[in-house]
Protein backbone atom coordinates (compact mmCIF):
# COMPACT_ATOMS: atom_id res chain seq x y z
CA UNK A 1 0.00 0.00 0.00
CA UNK A 2 1.18 3.73 -0.68
CA UNK A 3 1.87 5.07 3.21
CA UNK A 4 4.06 7.30 3.98
CA UNK A 5 6.31 6.15 7.18
CA UNK A 6 8.32 8.59 9.11
CA UNK A 7 11.69 8.15 10.90
CA UNK A 8 12.42 8.52 13.36
CA UNK A 9 9.80 8.17 15.74
CA UNK A 10 10.75 10.38 18.10
CA UNK A 11 13.00 13.02 17.45
CA UNK A 12 14.75 15.53 21.24
CA UNK A 13 16.95 18.13 20.23
CA UNK A 14 18.10 20.89 22.18
CA UNK A 15 16.78 24.25 21.21
CA UNK A 16 19.34 25.75 18.70
CA UNK A 17 19.84 22.80 16.63
CA UNK A 18 18.39 21.80 13.52
CA UNK A 19 16.15 18.74 13.53
CA UNK A 20 15.59 16.80 10.11
CA UNK A 21 12.60 14.13 9.78
CA UNK A 22 11.75 12.15 7.24
CA UNK A 23 9.48 10.36 5.25
CA UNK A 24 9.41 7.35 2.64
CA UNK A 25 6.43 5.98 0.70
CA UNK A 26 5.92 3.12 -1.71
CA UNK A 27 3.88 3.91 -4.86
CA UNK A 28 4.55 7.15 -7.47
CA UNK A 29 3.02 10.25 -5.87
CA UNK A 30 1.38 14.03 -7.23
CA UNK A 31 2.04 15.53 -4.27
CA UNK A 32 3.42 15.04 -0.75
CA UNK A 33 2.57 17.19 2.33
CA UNK A 34 4.05 18.10 5.44
CA UNK A 35 1.98 18.80 8.76
CA UNK A 36 2.40 19.45 11.99
CA UNK A 37 0.21 18.99 15.20
CA UNK A 38 0.44 19.92 18.66
CA UNK A 39 -0.91 17.99 21.27
CA UNK A 40 -4.50 16.60 21.31
CA UNK A 41 -4.92 19.53 18.40
CA UNK A 42 -5.70 19.58 15.02
CA UNK A 43 -2.97 19.57 12.18
CA UNK A 44 -1.26 22.39 10.43
CA UNK A 45 -0.28 22.35 6.77
CA UNK A 46 3.30 23.10 6.22
CA UNK A 47 4.54 22.34 3.07
CA UNK A 48 3.25 20.72 0.03
CA UNK A 49 5.92 19.50 -2.67
CA UNK A 50 5.07 18.36 -6.07
CA UNK A 51 6.49 15.28 -7.89
CA UNK A 52 8.13 17.47 -10.26
CA UNK A 53 9.90 19.39 -7.48
CA UNK A 54 12.98 18.69 -5.11
CA UNK A 55 13.32 21.42 -2.98
CA UNK A 56 11.01 23.72 -1.01
CA UNK A 57 11.35 26.55 1.40
CA UNK A 58 9.15 28.45 3.53
CA UNK A 59 10.96 30.27 6.72
CA UNK A 60 13.00 27.93 8.64
CA UNK A 61 11.46 24.65 7.32
CA UNK A 62 13.02 22.98 4.35
CA UNK A 63 11.08 19.95 2.68
CA UNK A 64 13.30 17.82 -0.13
CA UNK A 65 11.51 15.58 -2.60
CA UNK A 66 13.72 12.23 -4.22
CA UNK A 67 11.12 10.46 -5.97
CA UNK A 68 13.84 7.81 -7.28
CA UNK A 69 14.20 7.05 -3.72
CA UNK A 70 10.26 7.51 -2.64
CA UNK A 71 11.74 9.66 0.43
CA UNK A 72 11.14 13.14 1.48
CA UNK A 73 13.03 15.35 4.41
CA UNK A 74 11.65 18.06 6.80
CA UNK A 75 14.40 19.95 7.73
CA UNK A 76 13.69 22.61 11.10
CA UNK A 77 16.42 24.83 11.15
CA UNK A 78 17.43 27.17 14.61
CA UNK A 79 14.61 25.21 15.99
CA UNK A 80 12.67 26.63 19.51
CA UNK A 81 10.75 25.04 22.04
CA UNK A 82 7.68 26.48 20.28
CA UNK A 83 8.20 23.45 17.55
CA UNK A 84 7.50 21.08 19.65
CA UNK A 85 4.84 18.83 18.31
CA UNK A 86 4.72 15.85 15.50
CA UNK A 87 5.34 15.72 11.98
CA UNK A 88 3.24 14.02 9.82
CA UNK A 89 3.56 13.32 5.77
CA UNK A 90 1.01 12.60 3.63
CA UNK A 91 1.24 11.74 -0.06
CA UNK A 92 -1.31 11.18 -2.83
CA UNK A 93 -1.20 9.74 -6.40
CA UNK A 94 -3.48 8.16 -8.95
CA UNK A 95 -3.12 4.55 -6.88
CA UNK A 96 -4.73 6.01 -3.79
CA UNK A 97 -7.54 7.69 -6.10
CA UNK A 98 -5.63 11.23 -4.76
CA UNK A 99 -6.50 9.99 -1.29
CA UNK A 100 -4.26 11.46 1.03
CA UNK A 101 -1.98 8.25 2.96
CA UNK A 102 -0.61 9.61 6.05
CA UNK A 103 2.42 8.02 7.97
CA UNK A 104 2.35 7.83 11.75
CA UNK A 105 4.37 10.65 12.56
CA UNK A 106 7.74 11.92 13.82
CA UNK A 107 7.25 13.32 17.55
CA UNK A 108 9.88 16.38 18.16
CA UNK A 109 10.76 17.78 21.17
CA UNK A 110 12.86 21.02 21.82
CA UNK A 111 14.20 21.42 24.91
CA UNK A 112 14.96 24.66 26.05
CA UNK B 1 -7.20 29.46 14.09
CA UNK B 2 -7.90 27.62 10.97
CA UNK B 3 -11.45 28.45 9.94
CA UNK B 4 -12.82 25.18 10.60
CA UNK B 5 -14.43 24.82 13.98
CA UNK B 6 -15.38 21.39 16.17
CA UNK B 7 -17.57 21.05 18.47
CA UNK B 8 -17.63 19.70 21.33
CA UNK B 9 -13.80 19.47 22.19
CA UNK B 10 -14.65 16.60 24.49
CA UNK B 11 -17.12 14.03 24.47
CA UNK B 12 -17.71 11.47 27.26
CA UNK B 13 -20.25 8.76 26.18
CA UNK B 14 -21.94 5.19 27.48
CA UNK B 15 -21.93 2.62 24.82
CA UNK B 16 -25.97 3.09 24.67
CA UNK B 17 -25.60 7.04 23.86
CA UNK B 18 -26.42 8.59 20.93
CA UNK B 19 -24.52 11.77 20.59
CA UNK B 20 -23.51 14.04 17.22
CA UNK B 21 -19.72 15.85 16.32
CA UNK B 22 -20.38 18.87 14.34
CA UNK B 23 -18.07 20.82 12.18
CA UNK B 24 -18.42 24.10 10.59
CA UNK B 25 -16.30 25.86 8.28
CA UNK B 26 -15.55 29.38 7.39
CA UNK B 27 -13.33 29.01 4.35
CA UNK B 28 -15.70 28.73 1.39
CA UNK B 29 -14.15 25.22 0.67
CA UNK B 30 -16.60 22.49 -0.95
CA UNK B 31 -14.95 19.70 0.23
CA UNK B 32 -15.19 18.13 3.54
CA UNK B 33 -13.57 15.24 5.65
CA UNK B 34 -14.14 13.20 8.87
CA UNK B 35 -10.71 11.43 10.01
CA UNK B 36 -10.39 8.93 12.92
CA UNK B 37 -6.98 9.29 14.78
CA UNK B 38 -5.85 6.34 17.34
CA UNK B 39 -2.60 6.62 19.57
CA UNK B 40 0.43 5.81 17.48
CA UNK B 41 -1.54 4.95 14.54
CA UNK B 42 -1.80 7.20 10.78
CA UNK B 43 -4.77 9.37 10.07
CA UNK B 44 -7.71 7.07 8.59
CA UNK B 45 -9.62 9.02 6.53
CA UNK B 46 -13.85 8.22 7.53
CA UNK B 47 -16.02 9.94 5.07
CA UNK B 48 -15.12 12.57 2.09
CA UNK B 49 -17.71 15.24 1.46
CA UNK B 50 -17.84 16.96 -2.08
CA UNK B 51 -20.32 19.59 -2.69
CA UNK B 52 -22.86 18.33 -0.30
CA UNK B 53 -22.50 14.37 -1.53
CA UNK B 54 -20.35 11.80 -0.20
CA UNK B 55 -17.79 10.77 -2.26
CA UNK B 56 -15.59 8.49 0.01
CA UNK B 57 -16.53 6.06 2.78
CA UNK B 58 -13.52 3.85 3.78
CA UNK B 59 -15.60 1.03 5.26
CA UNK B 60 -16.73 2.70 8.38
CA UNK B 61 -18.96 0.82 10.76
CA UNK B 62 -22.84 1.92 10.42
CA UNK B 63 -22.56 3.16 14.03
CA UNK B 64 -20.96 6.33 12.70
CA UNK B 65 -23.37 8.12 10.11
CA UNK B 66 -22.35 11.58 8.51
CA UNK B 67 -24.26 14.02 7.25
CA UNK B 68 -23.74 17.03 5.21
CA UNK B 69 -26.47 19.62 4.93
CA UNK B 70 -24.44 22.22 3.12
CA UNK B 71 -20.60 22.92 2.12
CA UNK B 72 -19.98 24.69 5.61
CA UNK B 73 -21.54 21.75 7.91
CA UNK B 74 -20.60 18.31 8.37
CA UNK B 75 -21.95 15.74 11.13
CA UNK B 76 -21.12 12.95 12.69
CA UNK B 77 -23.77 11.21 14.43
CA UNK B 78 -22.64 8.44 16.75
CA UNK B 79 -24.99 5.73 18.18
CA UNK B 80 -23.37 2.14 20.19
CA UNK B 81 -19.65 2.89 19.94
CA UNK B 82 -17.50 0.11 21.53
CA UNK B 83 -14.58 1.19 23.61
CA UNK B 84 -11.98 0.73 20.91
CA UNK B 85 -13.83 3.62 19.22
CA UNK B 86 -12.30 6.42 21.61
CA UNK B 87 -10.18 8.38 19.69
CA UNK B 88 -9.42 12.13 18.54
CA UNK B 89 -12.02 12.66 15.44
CA UNK B 90 -10.84 15.69 13.19
CA UNK B 91 -12.38 17.47 10.71
CA UNK B 92 -11.16 19.06 7.79
CA UNK B 93 -11.78 21.28 4.67
CA UNK B 94 -10.36 22.04 1.42
CA UNK B 95 -10.94 23.49 -1.78
CA UNK B 96 -11.60 20.57 -4.82
CA UNK B 97 -9.04 19.34 -7.36
CA UNK B 98 -10.57 18.76 -10.44
CA UNK B 99 -10.25 14.97 -9.69
CA UNK B 100 -12.77 14.84 -6.91
CA UNK B 101 -14.76 15.45 -10.31
CA UNK B 102 -14.04 11.88 -11.01
CA UNK B 103 -15.30 10.72 -7.49
CA UNK B 104 -11.76 11.24 -6.22
CA UNK B 105 -10.47 13.10 -3.22
CA UNK B 106 -8.33 15.88 -3.25
CA UNK B 107 -4.51 16.83 -3.21
CA UNK B 108 -4.81 20.44 -2.27
CA UNK B 109 -4.03 21.11 1.37
CA UNK B 110 -6.21 20.57 4.08
CA UNK B 111 -7.53 22.78 7.15
CA UNK B 112 -8.45 21.09 10.38
CA UNK B 113 -10.11 21.51 12.81
CA UNK B 114 -9.08 20.89 16.58
CA UNK B 115 -11.19 18.04 16.95
CA UNK B 116 -12.97 16.32 19.31
CA UNK B 117 -11.57 13.48 22.00
CA UNK B 118 -14.38 10.91 22.09
CA UNK B 119 -13.97 8.58 25.09
CA UNK B 120 -16.50 5.64 25.24
CA UNK B 121 -16.87 3.91 28.36
Known amino acids: SQQGEEDPQALSIQEGENATMNCSYK?????LQWYRQNSGRGLVHLIL???NEREKHSGRLRVTLDTSKKSSSLLITASRAADTASYFC????????????WGAGTKLIIKP | ETGVTQTPRHLVMGMTNKKSLKCEQH?????MYWYKQSAKKPLELMFV???????ENNSVPSRFSPECPNSSHLFLHLHTLQPEDSALYLC????????????????????FGSGTQLSVL
Open chain 1, 90 to 101: ATDGRDSNYQLI
Open chain 1, 27 to 31: TSINN
Open chain 2, 27 to 31: LGHNA
Open chain 2, 49 to 55: YNFKEQT
Open chain 1, 49 to 51: IRS
Open chain 2, 92 to 111: ASSQPHSALQQGGATNEKLF
